[in-house]
C-alpha cells in the first residue's frame, strides 16, 4: 500500500463526475452544435449575411473561425435537455428552470475550449440571455 494513494484516489474523485455519461453528452452537444462556415439559411443568403435585424444570431466568430449554429438540434428545448441532464449528474441536484442560471457551475461541467461556445449558444438558442451580467433562464415552449 502506498501513503500516496489516498491522493490519488481524491483526484480522481474530481475528475470523475466529468466522465458521467450525461456531461460528456453536453459536451459534445456543445462540440456538435455549430458547423464551418456562415451560415447559409435562405434568411441569410437572402440578406447577404446582414443579421442586424435578427433576434438570434445564426453565425459566429469564436476560436478564430466562421462557425453557424445547427438549427435542426439547437433550439432553446433542445439545448435544456443536455444542460439540465448534465447539471443532475454532476451536482446531484435538479436544475432550477426559471430565473437565474449559475454559469459558474455550469462551467464547471463544460470543457473550458467550450466556454466560447456556451456562451455563444446560450443566447442564440433562446435558454438564456444576459442582463446586466447575471444570465436569465428564458421560458421554453416545450
Ligand atoms: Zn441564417
Known amino acids: 500500500m502506498s501513503a500516496e494513494q489516498p491522493m490519488t484516489a481524491d483526484l480522481f474523485e474530481v475528475d470523475k463526475r466529468l466522465s458521467l455519461k450525461p456531461v460528456v453528452d453536453f459536451n459534445s452537444y456543445l462540440r456538435n452544435a455549430f458547423g464551418d462556415g456562415a451560415c447559409s439559411c435562405y434568411r441569410c443568403v437572402e440578406?447577404?449575411?446582414?443579421e442586424s435585424n435578427y433576434s438570434?444570431?445564426?453565425?459566429?466568430?469564436?476560436?478564430?473561425?466562421?462557425?453557424?449554429?445547427?438549427f435542426a438540434?439547437?433550439?432553446?428545448?433542445?439545448?435544456?435537455q443536455y444542460l439540465k441532464k448534465a447539471?443532475?449528474?454532476?451536482?446531484k441536484t435538479d436544475?432550477?428552470?426559471?430565473?437565474?442560471?449559475?454559469?459558474?457551475?455550469?462551467?464547471?461541467?463544460t470543457d473550458p475550449a467550450l466556454h466560447l461556445r456556451?456562451?455563444?449558444?446560450?443566447?442564440?438558442?433562446?435558454?438564456?440571455?444576459?442582463?446586466?451580467?447575471?444570465?436569465q433562464l428564458q421560458a421554453q415552449a416545450d
Open 47 to 50: 440578406g447577404a449575411g446582414d
Open 56 to 70: 438570434h444570431r445564426h453565425t459566429f466568430e469564436l476560436e478564430g473561425r466562421t462557425l453557424n449554429r445547427r
Open 73 to 80: 438540434n439547437t433550439a432553446g428545448s433542445d439545448v435544456l
Open 87 to 91: 447539471w443532475l449528474s454532476y451536482t
Open 95 to 109: 436544475m432550477q428552470l426559471l430565473g437565474e442560471l449559475d454559469l459558474d457551475t455550469v462551467k464547471g461541467f
Open 118 to 135: 456556451l456562451l455563444a449558444l446560450l443566447p442564440a438558442s433562446g435558454l438564456a440571455r444576459e442582463v446586466d451580467g447575471r444570465w
